[in-house]
């Protein structure tokens, strides 16, 4: 019973590893990571930087290049609206491990960031797999490598 009950984990465990690395998403249409034209999943680019992934509401709201962001607050949008490229995520919203690691957009859990030197960055965490403590273990390196593999795609879509 022990050996069925293990082999039934370790099957799960692997259609589950399988399922997080095949977590590449490219829009046709944009680089941003939106959601039916919704950036960071409803979440107030603004409250990252105040240190904490807030929801925003919908009743709050502003557009920028095309994407719809709520705010948890009138002055986080009026914050938002007066200089909207200082709260962009980098590497258009895409997991910023994945990008270093090996160019691909993928998706991200909005609660899973880190702001360093002004900069948002974003990472997949799902299925027991939390990009952000490999990337913590690599950052110069993989900041670099991600820095470079995204001039790629933004050289590519402006073609």
């Not at 107030?44 to 930087?49: G, H, L, M, R, T």
């Not at 895409?94 to 859990?109: Q, T």
Request: hydrophobic share 35%.
């Amino acid at each position: 019973m022990k050996s069925k009950f293990r082999l039934l984990l370790q099957i799960s465990l692997l259609l589950l590893s399988i399922i997080s690395f095949s977590q590449n998403v490219t829009p046709a249409s944009t680089h941003w990571n939106l959601k039916k034209g919704l950036a960071l999943e409803g979440y107030d680019p603004v409250s990252y930087f105040q240190g904490d992934a807030k929801e925003g509401s919908k009743d709050i709201v502003a557009s920028f290049n095309g994407a719809t962001y709520y705010f948890v607050s009138k002055n986080n949008q009026s914050l938002f609206t007066e200089n909207p490229q200082k709260f962009m995520p980098e590497y258009g919203g895409w997991c910023a491990y994945a990008m270093g690691n090996d160019g691909n957009k993928v998706k991200v859990d909005p609660e899973t960031f880190k702001v360093v030197d002004g900069k948002l960055y974003l990472f997949y965490n799902f299925f027991f797999n939390n990009t952000l403590e490999d990337w913590n273990e690599d950052e110069g390196n993989l900041r670099s490598k991600a820095n470079k593999n995204w001039k790629k795609w933004i050289d590519k879509s402006s073609n």
